[in-house]
């Protein structure tokens, strides 16, 4: 079992920053990727981010150059630092680990969310 916890969300002007935080427990071991979810009011849920244990990144492109992810030395943490924000980033953001090897049948855990508010 791994478990999921985020933080960081707040409300923020347009053009403002933060940094959210995805704490993970239990079965570290087992992570091989996390990534960034966001969900907007009335919308689908929406992969912003992601980073494999290796180290490699991907970025949607509505976020490209304003969003970075990183994770701690230790692997049990992994950030989202979110730049420049636009009012089209408001949504709650979810963080997602996905235990096993790439090219299986792999189990995904989700956090609670995080609310990220952008007033214009």
């Known amino acids: 079992q791994v478990h999921l916890v985020e933080s960081g969300g707040d409300l923020v002007q347009t053009g403002g920053s933060l940094r959210l935080s995805c704490a993970a427990s239990?079965?570290?071991?087992?992570?091989?990727?996390m990534a960034w979810y966001r969900q907007a009011p009335g919308g689908q849920r929406e992969m912003v981010a992601g980073i494999t244990f290796g180290g490699l990144t991907t970025y949607a492109d509505s976020v490209k150059g304003r969003f970075t992810i990183s994770r701690d030395n230790a692997g049990n943490t992994v950030f989202l630092q979110m730049d420049t924000l636009k009012p089209e980033d408001t949504g709650v953001y979810y963080c997602?680990?996905?235990?096993?090897?790439?090219?299986?049948?792999?189990?995904?855990?989700w956090g609670q969310g995080t609310q990220v508010t952008v007033s214009s």
């Open positions: 997602n680990a996905l235990t096993g090897a790439p090219n299986t049948r792999r189990t995904p855990y």
């Open positions: 239990g079965s570290i071991g087992s992570i091989t990727s």
